[in-house]
């Protein structure tokens, strides 16, 4: 295949540098795959390497964005895990297959270029086949935000049937975790600043809502809810200060997965509450592609469909930042195709 293709780019470091360039499309060498991108989700990763300068060490122009849904059209030699006509999402850490994680882990759209273009050319490897039931507009918000549910959930926190997990928030990975969790038979107690979000989080099978504006001690309110037991799964998403009230919360053997750092990169907090609960404090690094693979099953099977807020054109990038920094309720989509 040959011609030109769309592709948002950055020649420095910084959202205001982002630009629709048009590139050569990219030939697949052997064991390569020549993906047409149908569509594209957000994480608010996005935001902290576009804000923070996070590309500011990778080599320029580089394309951002992790998570991607589309189609094979052309493969290299030797390639066996594909055919033409194959549809794909694409694994977020590239090289990393099953097992513990790699002591190097590189991931798209961060140490590795993204995928923000009409094509994309990478290894079969890192790809993972589309779910059956979902399109690829759903499809695409499975790599990170449903991935790193998933593993804190399933493939490291076991969760079983009447356990209760606390989600905060209801950007993409917490959406994620309530929908889960809710088919699977837990009990989810959603935190949200927003009546609204909290009311939409009931639709999609929270049991209880709590308004951290309203309740800023919602670890009480956690273990009222719990008969003074306390959560078996919390997801946190904000770290810092929050960690403390997460670890008030969570119940004797019970889990903190620590996902989010929407207070920053450091955080102090209690032991005490730790220590008495045997709890686990788990760190989550989105997850490898057999679970990535796992969550695909599980999605067909559950029918699950995750929540989409917007989806914009692919020359609407920047709109769609700007509806990221407001805060979505779900996922923010690009579409790449029809």
């Not at 048009?22 to 795959?33: F, H, N, R, T």
């Not at 009409?118 to 086949?129: D, G, H, K, R, T």
């Not at 926190?157 to 928030?169: E, M």
């Not at 990169?265 to 693979?293: D, K, N």
């Amino acid at each position: 295949m040959s011609g030109t293709m769309k592709r948002w780019q950055l020649r420095q470091p910084g959202r205001a540098h982002l630009e629709l360039a048009d590139v050569a499309i990219p030939k697949p060498g052997p064991g390569e795959v020549l993906v047409r991108v149908s569509a594209v989700s957000l994480n608010y990763r996005e935001k902290l390497f576009l804000d923070g300068g996070g590309y500011s060490n990778m080599p320029l122009p580089f394309v951002p964005t992790s998570d991607m849904a589309g189609e094979v059209v052309a493969t290299g030699a030797g390639v066996r895990r594909f055919q033409e006509g194959a549809r794909v999402i694409a694994n977020f850490q590239t090289d990393w297959v099953e097992g513990p994680t790699p002591r190097q882990v590189r991931s798209l759209g961060g140490s590795v270029p993204g995928v923000l273009a009409e094509y994309v050319v990478m290894p079969e490897s890192w790809l993972v086949a589309s779910p059956k039931t979902l399109d690829d507009v759903r499809a695409s918000t499975l790599p990170c935000a449903g991935l790193t549910a998933w593993t804190a959930l399933v493939e490291l926190g076991a969760l079983r049937p009447g356990q209760t997990v606390v989600t905060q928030g209801t950007g993409g990975v917490s959406l994620f975790a309530l929908q889960l969790a809710s088919a699977m038979g837990a009990r989810v107690i959603v935190l949200s600043g927003d009546e609204g979000k909290l009311s939409r989080a009931r639709e999609l099978g929270a049991a209880h809502g709590i308004h951290r504006g309203h309740t800023p001690d919602w670890a009480k309110a956690v273990l009222e809810l719990t008969g003074g037991q306390g959560a078996d799964h919390i997801l946190e998403v904000v770290g810092g200060d929050n960690l403390a009230r997460s670890a008030n919360a969570i119940a004797s053997g019970g889990r903190i997965s620590l996902i989010g750092v929407l207070e920053g990169f450091e955080a102090r907090f209690p032991v005490l509450p730790l220590f008495q609960s045997q709890g686990v404090l788990q760190g989550i690094f989105v997850g490898h592609r057999r679970g990535l693979e796992n969550l695909v099953r599980a999605v067909d099977q559950l029918e699950l469909a995750p929540v989409v807020d917007a989806v914009y054109p692919l020359a609407e990038f920047p709109k769609a930042l700007e509806h990221l920094d407001r805060g979505p309720f779900g996922k923010l989509v690009i579409r790449v195709r029809s």
